[in-house]
């Protein structure tokens, strides 16, 4: 686990659905890159990935883009002993969105 690692406290937190509003890289970039696509018809991967690159603001702002040709597999199960031994505290304030992951103690210089 990437907290193990790093041997460091790791707070994560996500945006609930539907408040991408709030999310600054959403807002900031996504508006950009759909109006480089404005009236395109997507043929090929490469397209939208080079539609993509051009986009910039007059603030420069740049954007950069990767295909990623990994297939990550799907419906993948955790176990139960993974679960048990996972050091995840849920804070109290949105747990399902926010959380931290804590080295294992053993780990801890």
Do not use: Q
């Amino acid at each position: 686990m990437l907290a193990n690692d790093l041997n460091i406290e790791l707070k994560i937190a996500h945006y609930p659905p539907y408040t991408s509003k709030y999310n600054p890289i959403e807002r900031k970039l996504f508006c950009h890159i759909s109006n480089s696509w404005k009236g395109m018809v997507f043929t090929s991967v490469e397209l939208v990935k080079e539609l993509t690159e051009k986009t910039k603001t007059s603030k420069g702002l740049k954007v950069f883009a990767r295909i990623s040709s990994k297939i990550y597999e799907t419906k993948r199960k955790a176990s139960d002993k993974f679960k048990e031994n996972l050091p995840i505290i849920f804070d109290e304030f949105l747990g399902k969105w926010n959380y931290k992951a804590v080295p294992n103690e053993e780990v801890i210089i």
